[in-house]
Nanobody, 124 residues
Framework: QVQLVESGGGLVQPGGSLRLSCTVS????????MVWFRQAPGAEREFVAA????????GYADSVKGRFTIDRDNAKNTMYLQMTSLNSEDTAVYYC?????????????????WGQGTQVTVSS
């Protein structure tokens, strides 16, 4: 069973940076595409960024493009989300997720395996 654990969340001032990590266990990490979602209070869970199995392809939501960078280290079974120029609209619980499907998109319904989430709060 694939297990995902996020870390690195916290309180950061507007304009600041934060790096999230997602460590995977229970299966071969490099077999899985990985994604980040986030969910703000009262809002639906939304796609943030995705990275292919080998890390050679990435995709971002328009709201974070140019500010966030997704990366992975298959030797460490870990995915990262480097977040810069943070603002209050980035405040949310951030989740990493993955799937065994060969076809998947930007909907949370496409992903069967989730971490517990890590809170990111952007506030002065």
């Amino acid at each position: 069973q694939v297990q995902l654990v996020e870390s690195g969340g916290g309180l950061v001032q507007p304009g600041g940076s934060l790096r999230l990590s997602c460590t995977v266990s229970g299966d071969t990490f490099s077999n899985y595409p990985m994604v980040w979602f986030r969910q703000a209070p009262g809002a639906e869970r939304e796609f943030v960024a995705a990275i292919s199995k080998r890390g050679d392809s990435t995709g971002y939501a328009d709201s974070v493009k140019g500010r966030f960078t997704i990366d992975r280290d298959n030797a460490k079974n870990t995915m990262y989300l480097q977040m810069t120029s943070l603002n209050s609209e980035d405040t949310a619980v951030y989740y990493c997720a993955t799937t065994k499907k060969t076809h998947y998109g930007l909907s949370p319904r496409d992903y069967a395996y989730w971490g517990q989430g890590t809170q990111v709060t952007v506030s002065s």
